[in-house]
């Protein structure tokens, strides 16, 4: 006799297998895990870099409530901008902002005018945005295409291993910067070694930007869609276009066969579509 729940196990087990061979999901977790490494790091470096570095302990407060408001009031800009342009490009842009920022924030020292910090971590919020959001946006479209490979829909189990994702990404932001600080000597007192400060200036802006090159490498090759700019899940849906509509991802898809195709791809073709209104 089956032990009890050795059906669920096993789904469960196939699920997951399901998971890794689906490579479109591959690649939006290693985009996530890095971009959320980038930012974790950022968090928690800035404190330590505006005491230690910048010696200015009392514009912590100011300077994160600066960066986390545009953030904030960021999300619905770049939400309207995500339903106009394909959602791993707008990744990478942002993502890119976000390390240049990263790149400007290493250039600053003690002698910069007070209110050029604020304007950084300003800068700073737009592409945090866009480096937080986005991978929750594509997403649903990963699953989507999921759900078209596979036959089942299964946000639940797409949305745990992102959320695992997420916490596995914060967990080895803190496990790479505590080592790096405890390896340069950092300590509780007001004066830091010289070896700490460099790696606080380097945890604060160069580490998160190599993070944040990372993803823009894997967003650059992250691919969903029948058109270039197509999520995969619309290959089935009617689209109604200017029939003057020259666009470039408009036309018809030619190939040249070594040899002769099997008759089956000659036959009826089933059309498959979810009716939600049966749901």
């Known amino acids: 006799t ?6 669920t196990a096993s789904s469960l087990r196939a699920s997951l297998r399901s998971l890794l061979e ?3 999901f591959l690649r939006l977790c290693a985009l996530y895990v890095s971009a959320r490494i980038a930012v974790d790091v950022l968090g928690l ?3 330590l870099y505006l005491i230690d570095v910048l010696g200015r302990r009392g514009d912590i407060s100011l300077t994160l409530l600066t960066m986390l408001g545009v953030v904030v009031l960021s999300l619905p800009l770049w939400l309207r901008v995500a339903r106009r342009m394909d959602k791993h490009v707008l990744f990478v842009f942002g ?3 976000f390390a240049a920022c990263l790149v400007l924030m290493y250039c600053v020292t003690p002698q910069w005018p007070r209110g050029s910090l604020f304007a950084i971590a300003a800068m700073l919020g737009l592409g945090y945005a866009v480096a937080d959001l986005m991978p929750w946006a594509m997403l649903g479209e990963v699953i989507d295409e999921g759900e078209l490979l596979s036959g089942e829909r299964r946000d639940g189990l797409y949305n745990g291993v992102f959320t695992f994702l997420r916490k596995l990404g914060g967990a080895s932001a803190f496990v790479v ?3 790096a600080l405890e390896l340069a000597g950092h300590g509780a007192g007001d004066v830091q070694p010289p070896a700490a400060l460099v790696t606080l200036q380097v945890l604060a802006s160069l580490c998160p930007a190599a993070f944040l090159a990372l993803a823009i490498a894997i967003g650059r090759r992250y691919t969903l869609g029948g058109a270039w700019s197509d999520p995969t899940y619309l290959y089935t849906g009617p689209d ?3 029939p003057l509509d020259r666009s470039p991802i408009l036309g018809v898809r030619c190939a040249v066969y070594e040899a002769a195709p099997p008759e089956a791809v000659f036959g009826p073709l089933a059309c498959v579509y979810r009716d939600y209104s049966k749901e």
Do not use: E, T, V, Y
Not at 2 to 7: K, M
């Open 2 to 7: 089956a032990a009890p729940g050795g059906s």
């Open 22 to 24: 689906h490579r479109s």
């Open 45 to 47: 470096a800035i404190p």
């Open 95 to 97: 993502s890119a902002w």
């Open 177 to 179: 910067a505590g080592f």
């Open 240 to 242: 109604a276009l200017d």
